[in-house]
Every structure is written in C-alpha cells, then in structure tokens.
C-alpha cells in the first residue's frame, strides 16, 4: 500500500510543479516514446533472465500491493505456533509428532493456523526441520547448519528478483536517450516544415529523455528496494524460526524454546514477554 502511496506522490509532484509552470500537459502524452521505451525495457528483461525468474518478479510486483506480511501479528502468530507444536511434542511424543509433520495439512495443530500454511515454503521449512529432528540421526549442530544453508540459498534465489529490476533501472536512462535520438532523427527529417511541427517534434524528443530517467529514478529502482527490504524482512523471519526450532532440537522446554525465537526476532516485531505468554496462555485454552 505505501508503494502505492508514494508512486502517486512521485508522479503527484512531477505534474503538479509542471503544471504550476503552465506547462501543456498534453505535450507529456507521448505513446510512441513509452512503447519504445517500455518495450525495450521488457526486451531487456527478457533476455538477462530466464523465464521462471520472470515469472518471480511479476509475482513479487503483485506482492507489493499487498504490503509486507512480516508484521508483528504474523511473528505472534508464528511464535504461538511453534509453542503449539513445541508442547503437543513433549506431551505425545515425537512418534506422534512425526505423523501430523508428515501430513500438515490434516494436522489438528498447523491446521489452526492457516494464515501460516498456506505459506508453502515456511510449512516445508518448518515440517522438514522437525522431520530431521525427529529421525534423531542428525546431531544438533549439523541439523543447524542444514537450516542456515536452507535460508542463505533461498536469500539468494529470491534476491534475484531485486538484482534483475536494478539491472532493467539502470538502462533505463540508455533507453531512453535511445528514444530520443530516435525523435532527433524524425526532427531532422522535418527540417524545412513549419516551426510549430518541429518544435513539437523537439518535445516528443525529450520527452523521452524525461521518461527513462524518471521510470528509473522514479520507479523500478524503488521498487527494486523494496523488493530487497521485504527479502532481508523474510530472511529475518527464517532466522527467528530457526533459533526456536534449535532450541526445541537441543532438549529445551517448549517455552524456553519460543524464548529462544522471541530473542532473535527483530525488535520492532518483538512481542513482550508477558504478550507472548498471554497469547500462548490463550491458545492452550481455545
């Protein structure tokens, strides 16, 4: 939503000074340059990356408008259910464990929360990490590097969307003066003509200058950082499950464990002691 904001702030400002200057608005309304800008930008796109990476960046560029989903309910959330499953662990047993982690989907503790599960990845990360942990053929300290190498190859793979959108931010600016030799050379074909056909020419020219910088500056390479802010918040979010699940693979109790997950999240998601406590408290209750 804030994304959103503040393109409209952006482009608000932009045509706002220029029409304060009594500038024709009209003069802006160039189609020509935006399809040669634009589809260059996408040819550009296209051939620096493969398609499945593609794909991602239309998915992350419809994330956006949606917001950031790492808030402090969802770490609550997320805390509560490592409890959850934390102490019906130690009260069944981790036989019975191992039945719900192999089918999460009919699990009496994942399945009340849906909100989380329907995040495949974080259901897997969490599932194979108790997986592990339940077989007991792997000692603590291997299990914990197994998880670290989880999180840093899937740093790296989503990451991958932000470095693409810099890469098309950075030619955008070439593009554009692309399309404005290109507004040069029709300018120059109609030299001789009446002064107004080719000052408008002139325009359209710039006006494609205008356009690249400010899709650049303006646009993709914001959103490309706010693609890389919402990875490093993700990535924060994996390490806090990690330090939980560690915990509980160590031998610690399933409060002490939350603890542990509690600590490593970021402050301003941290939930208190006692909120944590009391939502945990409740759960048990429901």
């Known amino acids: 939503m804030f994304a959103i904001i503040g393109l409209v702030v952006v482009f608000g400002a932009i045509i706002g000074g220029y029409l304060m200057e009594k500038g024709p608005l009209e003069v802006l309304v160039q189609p020509a340059e935006l399809v040669i800008i634009g589809g260059s930008a996408m040819g550009t796109l296209l051939i620096a990356n493969p398609l499945p990476l593609v794909m991602k960046i239309f998915k ?57 599960i329907k995040d495949h990845h974080l259901l897997h990360f969490v599932c194979d990490t108790l997986r592990t942990a339940v077989s007991g053929v792997v000692p603590p300290h291997d299990l914990d590097a197994m998880l670290e190498n989880d999180i840093d190859v899937h740093h790296h793979e989503a990451l991958a969307v932000a470095k693409a959108l810099s890469t098309v931010s950075d030619a955008l600016p070439g593009l554009g003066i692309v399309a404005a030799v290109l507004g040069v050379v029709i300018t120059m074909g109609a030299l001789g003509g009446p002064p107004e056909e080719i000052g408008h020419k002139v325009a359209a020219a710039l006006v494609g200058t205008f356009l690249g910088i400010l899709l650049s500056y303006g646009v993709v390479s914001p ?7 919402t990875i490093e918040a993700e990535g924060q979010f994996y390490q806090m499950l990690r330090a939980g699940l560690m915990a509980f693979a160590r031998g610690m109790a399933p409060m002490i464990s939350v603890e542990f997950a509690r600590r490593a999240t970021p402050h301003e998601m941290r939930p208190s002691f006692k909120n944590l406590e009391a939502a945990c408290k409740g759960a048990k209750a429901a």
């Open 60 to 116: 992350s560029l419809i994330g956006i408008l949606s917001g950031n989903k790492f808030t402090k309910d969802y770490y609550l959330e997320s805390l509560k259910m490592l409890n959850d499953i934390f102490s019906f662990a130690r009260k069944a047993g981790m036989a019975k464990l191992e039945e719900d982690v192999e089918n999460p989907d009919k699990s009496a503790v994942f399945s009340k929360y849906p909100k989380l």
């Open 223 to 229: 959103i490309a950082a706010n693609i890389e802010k």
